[in-house]
């Protein structure tokens, strides 16, 4: 379960990545998309591909999938926290729960749903120290780049004659969707420390208006003192 394989997210991405190498290892995969398909079931190289009913993580959906399926086991890649006071996955679905934990402490509402998980997968070092912090024994898997996505310097030192940044100056970098301002994505406290270090810039993966009970990015910038160093991206 995670995002559709064909999308280029971060959950997307990898995704495709451990579906295709689960079914090159001989396992007989089926693929949830909690985000980005409606409507139908898609098959995505020889993979089944099943549709979310309503958008969000809590989708309920889940619960017919998994009576259909009948998975030997359930990996989740988002963030666990979603599923902390939902019936499913029943007690009886082996869970894996590979998720990210991006904060110091651990949250609780984390902590609340990785106990019920039957393994709890760290992405990072940090999330595996945290993760074992609050109890938990996880087993640390990070994520990877397939090669053939071909990351290359060359195409950093393009982004940033793109973005019009100096090609000495430090880059910071965000990506999210900026929603319910503050909270989320900390868009606001990233510009508020780059007021605190001249000459370098800040990029934000993100649309700049204002969107679900959040502030325009372009005002927030203007507000620190940033404007000329904060960079979003082209809205297309």
Known sequence: ASNVPWSPTGYGTQGASLALRLKRDGFDVVYYANYGLHGGVIEWNGISVLPGAQDGYQDPIIDGHIRAVQPDLLITLFDAWAWRETPWPPDSVRWAAWAPVDHTPISKANIQALKRARYALAMSAHGRDQMESAGLSPVYIPHGIEKTFGYT???RREFRRYLQVPEGAFLFGSVGL???YPHRKSFDRLMAALAKVPDAYLY???LPDTQAGSVDLRDIAEF???ANRVITADVY
């Open 153 to 155: 310097t060359n195409g």
């Open 224 to 226: 620190y003192g940033v």
């Open 204 to 206: 934000l993966h993100a």
């Open 178 to 180: 900026h929603r319910y």
